[in-house]
Each structure stands twice: as C-alpha cells, then as structure tokens.
C-alpha cells in the first residue's frame, strides 16, 4: 500500500522489451536506502516488485496486463518516473490509501495557471467517471491529489509549486497518457451494494443498500 506522497523522481536507465512486457531499471538515490529484494516501489502509480538493484538502480519486470492498462508501454530511455516506495508500518499517512493497481489511463486535455496553481484537466475512461467524485482523492501518476471539478467527460485537479517541483506532472504535454487509480473506497461500496458477482450462491442474500450505509454511518 501507498500513499501517493512521491519520494523522489526516478530515470528510466534501460528498457529491455519482450513480446508483450519489459524488464525496467531505473536510476534512483531515495528510494534504494533500506531496499531488498521483492520490495514493491510504486512507478508512476504501478505497484511493482524489485527484481534487482545496486547502489544507484533498481529493476523491475512488468507483465503484459501492466503494459497494455499503464502508461509504463510509453517510456523511452531517459524518461522521468515518480517513486514511492511502500508504506512502513507507524509512518504518517500524509496522502490517501493507493493499492498501486491502476484503473486505467486519462489523456491531459489543458494546462492553465491561476495564481500560484496550475490546473490539469484530464480525460478518463468513461466507465471510470462514476468513481470521480468532487473534492475526493484520486491518483494520477502515483500522485495523491484532489479532485477540484468533474463532470460527464473531464475532472480537473489543481498542482501547487511543491507538487509541480517534485513530481512529473508538470513536465507532461497535452495529449499525454497518465495513470489513473480511483480512490478504492468507492470501488468496494460499489461491489458491495450493487451485489454485481454472478458467483454468489442463491441463498447468500445481501442485506447491504443505500439505507444500511446511511444507517451505520458510511455515508
């Protein structure tokens, strides 16, 4: 699990493609302090496993699933990635819960300054907008962030200076890729009250609604 509070900005070193996936090392500093083997580092938003590293690199392979709903099947050597690695147990918990499994990938549409902010506006998946939710958290590129407008096509989150400087986001162009991960919350009160897996036994009935959440203080 992560918090989508990045650690540092990471460079793509090499890229050695197979069929469909890739086996990935990156340049890093923070991230290596402490690493092992099978630690998971959070890249651009994709939780991924350490397959190996040194003392300035780390790498990692990326299934087929990965490439085809990431925007990992875009890097080229040289390009710039966000890192978190995985929550530690006691740490401050500065951003929102991020699993590291994406939803999808949005498309920048715009770029606009407003003081000392910029607002990004980005074009999801339409089967992910029912998961956007005004001033709730969201994860772009690994990114805690808020969302601050959607509506049936677009959201919109606004970057402060710190954000911009320490992240990718701002380096990005208008029509790039960026990853997506809904806040997970929304994903299971759906699952839950919609009751959508075909699987479940006849005699299992499920008691979960609208009401049963309002009444146990959910929503």
Excluded at 29 to 51: A, F, H, P, Y
Excluded at 54 to 75: A, H, W
Aim: with cysteine.
């Amino acid at each position: 699990m992560f918090t989508g509070l990045i650690e540092e900005i990471g460079i793509v070193k090499s890229i050695n493609k197979g069929i469909h996936s890739a086996k990935i090392s990156i340049h890093a500093k923070k991230v290596l302090n402490n690493l092992k083997i099978g630690d998971s580092i959070s890249t651009n938003g994709v939780c991924l496993t350490v397959t190996q590293f040194d003392n300035c690199s780390f790498s990692i392979d990326v299934m087929p699933e990965t490439m085809r709903k990431s925007n990992l099947k875009n890097l080229k050597i040289g390009s710039k990635v966000n890192l978190e690695r995985a929550l530690k147990l006691g740490d401050r918990f500065g951003g929102h819960i991020v699993s590291g499994h994406i939803d999808g990938t949005g498309i920048i549409k715009s770029f606009k300054k407003e003081d000392n902010a910029t607002w990004i506006s980005i074009k999801p998946p339409r089967e992910l907008l029912r998961y956007i939710v005004y001033k709730g958290s969201i994860t772009i590129d690994g990114i805690s962030l808020t969302v601050a407008y959607e509506d049936d096509e677009i959201f919109n989150v606004s970057v402060i200076p710190l954000t911009g400087n320490e992240t990718t986001l701002l380096t990005k162009k208008i029509g790039e890729e960026v990853n997506i991960e809904c806040d997970i919350i929304g994903k299971y009160v759906e699952k839950f009250s919609t009751n959508k897996n075909k699987n479940y036994k006849e005699d299992v009935k499920n008691n979960i609604d609208v009401n049963f959440l309002k009444n146990n203080g959910f929503i």
